[in-house]
T-cell receptor, first 118, second 113 residues
Framework: AQTVTQSQPEMSVQEAETVTLSCTYD???????LFWYKQPPSRQMILVIR??????QNATENRFSVNFQKAAKSFSLKISDSQLGDAAMYFC???????????????FGQGTILTVHP | NAGVTQTPKFQVLKTGQSMTLQCAQD?????MYWYRQDPGMGLRLIYY???????DKGEVPNGYNVSRLNKREFSLRLESAAPSQTSVYFC????????????FGPGTRLTVL
């Protein structure tokens, strides 16, 4: 079974600084997707960024970027120029790509609470 | 375009009571999912429906049943609620294509006394 581990229960960063959240995963599959979701106090789950395992290039979305190390099974999220609105719980998630009904079954990590200090 | 909606937002039950959580999406998605979120843990998949007319168990299905009423609606039923089912429940939907991205509802906070 796939597992996703986030070893940092809490992280903090100063506004305008950069912070990196860590995620490791375990799988025997070669084709899969990885995601970072943000959950602010409103509880809404918001997709931040996604990465296809077959792509070597790291995904980037504005101030958010990932460092995807497939051999090491590591998938970290870097937030640049941190803003107060980035404060939230961040979840790393894995989805196997096996076609048919295996699509979309997300396995989540335990989450990292990010605090942004003004 | 409301996305994924869930009702109710909050619910308190007594042990042994039953209830149904409702979920609807207006994005014409094929797949729908139910997750639960417990403190200190990520979301765990309860049941999912890859397409209208099909449902399958996820990681933690015991104590729950689901119904995919039509393409838009996917309900989760607790037949005899237990305190261990106190949690926040999320519904999500997605297109069955690569890369799959799930869109989540706002969640239902359920307390079982």
């Amino acid at each position: 079974a796939q597992t996703v581990t986030q070893s940092q229960p809490e992280m903090s960063v100063q506004e305008a600084e950069t912070v990196t959240l860590s995620c490791t995963y375990d799988t025997s599959e070669s084709d899969y997707y990885l995601f970072w979701y943000k959950q602010p106090p409103s509880r809404q789950m918001i997709l931040v960024i996604r990465q296809e395992a077959y792509k070597q290039q790291n995904a980037t979305e504005n101030r958010f970027s990932v460092n995807f190390q497939k051999a090491a099974k590591s998938f970290s999220l870097k937030i640049s120029d941190s803003q107060l609105g980035d404060a939230a719980m961040y979840f790393c998630a894995y989805s196997r790509n096996a076609g048919g009904t295996s699509y979309g079954k997300l396995t989540f990590g335990q989450g990292t609470i990010l605090t942004v200090h003004p | 375009n409301a996305g994924v909606t869930q009702t109710p937002k909050f619910q308190v039950l007594k042990t042994g009571q039953s209830m149904t959580l409702q979920c609807a999406q207006d994005m014409n998605h094929n797949s729908m999912y139910w997750y639960r979120q417990d403190p200190g843990m990520g979301l765990r998949l309860i049941y999912y429906s890859a397409s209208e007319g099909t449902t399958d168990k996820g990681e933690v299905p015991n104590g729950y049943n689901v119904s995919r009423l039509n393409k838009r609606e996917f309900s989760l039923r607790l037949e005899s609620a237990a305190p261990s089912q106190t949690s926040v429940y999320f519904c999500a939907s997605s297109e069955l294509r690569s890369p799959d991205t799930q869109y989540f509802g706002p969640g239902t906070r359920l307390t079982v006394l």
